[in-house]
């Protein structure tokens, strides 16, 4: 209840943009989708990106190279939101380097 007040996205919505990138297999096209439906529905990327980084610690699928490259690149998007970037194709270049990392390690 206070999450819906804040804004967060449920867990299911960042579960729901996981099970994406992990299930992609590198298409591109299926991660594309599953980030435009977190957008449409309206969802902060600020905010899902700071749930999306709580969960990449923690995700099996990534080794530590991965983890670090996926902090970093968070930390860039939230960086250039603040100075006005497109949140959708922030979300787009995060979500890209986590399917890299996901099917690489």
Do not use: W
Not at 47 to 76: M, Y
């Amino acid at each position: 209840a206070i999450a819906d007040l804040v804004g967060l996205p449920p867990t299911k919505v960042v579960d729901e943009l996981i099970q994406a990138l992990v299930a992609s297999q590198g298409n591109f096209e299926k991660v594309r989708m599953a980030v435009e439906d977190v957008c449409l529905a309206g969802y902060s990327a600020q905010t899902l990106l700071g749930c999306l980084l709580e969960r990449f610690v923690t995700l099996p699928q990534l080794d530590e190279l991965g983890r670090a490259k996926l902090a970093i690149r968070i930390a860039e998007a939230e960086h250039c939101m603040m100075d006005g970037a497109d949140e959708y194709l922030q979300l787009m270049t995060v979500c890209g380097l986590a399917m890299q990392c996901l099917h690489s390690s």
